[in-house]
């Protein structure tokens, strides 16, 4: 990553995420995009971190930081955090002694609604060149996030993506082509045969209309599985979609292995692909009523991370 030029930053939302990245060594540097707090000042000049700066009371901590460096959040729509645009005078008022190294805002519904995001785009330009008579010229504007990749916004220099990381769509007819590049897998751990009429898991929700034969995978909602997947969702094993039976359990979920021949110990693809099936976060976000950055996010660190390099 320390050799991937066009990576200029490493985003994180807080600053032990920050602290975190440099313990293990990562160079490039880290924007904190939550802002900074009184408690955290002692972490990012330690570690160097640059902050997000989106209210007055933030600003007022940036004048502690060693390396005087920030990016400005303004805000042209959500109304979550960033400073409106009738504060210009005062941030440049308060900012004399500061390195505004960046310039951002962001886009909450480039996904759904066009006029809305264009008009947002219109606003920072503005506020852009109002900052640019005043001859403030940050070295870093940036706005899109990954549903705002197909929004022309040429003054920015810089995209603060997530999702299509991953290959991912931020939304259905997303148009630009993506490749997975992340994959979560378990093992088959047992397989039982199962007599009809007998029942599966907690609460004994789900009820065997024939005999069956079932298996037990090493993944559960302590994992990131949502347990509104219980009897719904489907896993891949062996190339085929094995349906998740019972309720999903905090370290295992029981799958119908009725159709598919497998053995213990078999691989069992959660997200990803297997032969010609594929599962997607956005598969799992449309059954668990939620959407795919939710589904991303809820993996949890048990979890074991394993980079594969070069493909191998």
Avoid: W
Wanted: aromatic share 8%; hydrophobic share 40%.
């Amino acid at each position: 990553m320390e050799k991937i030029p066009y990576i200029k930053f490493l985003a994180v939302a807080t600053a032990e995420e920050g602290k975190i990245l440099k313990e293990n060594k990562i160079k490039k540097d880290i924007l904190v995009l939550g802002g900074i707090l009184e408690e955290e000042l002692e972490c990012f000049n330690k570690y160097n971190l640059i902050p997000v700066i989106s209210d007055f009371n933030q600003l007022k901590l940036a004048h502690k930081l060693k390396n005087k460096t920030i990016h400005l959040k303004f805000d042209t729509g959500m109304n979550r955090l960033g400073f409106y645009k009738e504060d210009i005078e005062k941030v440049i008022n308060l900012t004399k002694e500061l390195n505004i190294q960046g310039f951002m805002t962001h886009f909450p519904s480039a996904d759904i609604d066009s006029e809305y995001t264009k008009n947002q785009i219109k606003q920072f330009y503005e506020i852009l060149k109002k900052l640019n008579l005043k001859n403030i010229y940050p070295n870093y504007i940036h706005s899109q996030n990954s549903a705002g990749l197909t929004y022309k916004c040429d003054f920015c220099n810089l995209v603060r993506i997530g999702l299509v990381i991953y290959g991912e769509k931020p939304y259905e007819n997303f148009p630009l082509k993506l490749d997975n590049i992340m994959y979560i897998k378990a093992k088959l751990i047992s397989i039982k045969n199962l007599k009809k009429g007998e029942k599966v898991s907690y609460t004994g929700s789900f009820t065997a209309d024939r005999n069956m034969k079932i298996g037990v995978v090493s993944f559960g909602y302590a994992d990131g599985l949502p347990r509104l997947l219980s009897n719904k969702g489907y896993l891949l094993i062996n190339g085929k979609k094995a349906k998740i039976i019972g309720n999903i359990t905090m370290d295992m979920t029981i799958v119908d292995l009725s159709n598919i021949n497998a053995k213990i110990g078999d691989e069992v693809v959660i997200i990803g692909k297997q032969k010609d099936k594929e599962i997607k976060f956005a598969d799992v976000a449309k059954l668990a009523q939620t959407i795919p950055y939710e589904i991303m996010c809820g993996i949890s660190k048990r979890v074991r991370r394993i980079e594969i390099k070069n493909g191998k």
